[in-house]
């Protein structure tokens, strides 16, 4: 995390109906390709959607990728001040609109869109030290600060 950008290289195929897979090409960090960044994701909406559900929704997947680095960020941090992790976990429900096009014609606001998620933690530290970590994550996690540009985003931290 020394690095302050990141290149990504991804392509995306349609695979019939609502599914398609996207090929992760290549990820460089500073000036260095990263090794095996050759990923498969396969996307399908659900069948209310227009779907066939033969995989995690788009929605699904951008929560994931929340929680993914979410989850790195607070491994690192915790790392970072000598915290040993026994557990880690992240839990994410949201509330999200499925068509944009209606906020668009709309004059509401984006309060509809709501992450709530709650972190389970144990390790060395005390909860004095887990929530100066959840602090740091919250300014250290990228995808945390994008999804929070448009919706409501709470999160709460249990010490286990």
Request: charged letters at 15%; glycine letters at 6%; a negative charge.
């Amino acid at each position: 995390m020394e690095h302050d950008v990141a290149k990504y290289d991804l392509v995306t195929t349609w695979k019939g109906g609502k599914a398609s897979q996207t090929c992760c090409r290549s990820c460089i960090i500073g000036e260095q390709i990263q090794p095996s960044s050759h990923y498969v994701i396969d996307s399908d909406e659900p069948e209310m959607l227009g779907g066939q559900g033969l995989a995690a929704n788009p929605q699904q997947l951008m929560l994931a990728a929340f929680n993914a680095c979410m989850t790195a960020a607070f491994a690192h941090e915790a790392e970072q001040v000598g915290i040993i992790l026994t557990y880690l976990e992240i839990q994410t429900c949201g509330e999200l609109m499925t068509n944009i096009s209606a906020r668009c014609q709309s004059s509401a606001d984006n309060s509809s869109d709501r992450l709530q998620y709650v972190i389970r933690v144990s390790g060395n530290g005390n909860i004095r030290q887990f929530e100066q970590i959840h602090c740091r994550v919250i300014s250290a996690s990228p995808n945390r600060w994008l999804l929070a540009q448009n919706m409501t985003i709470e999160g709460d931290l249990i010490l286990i």
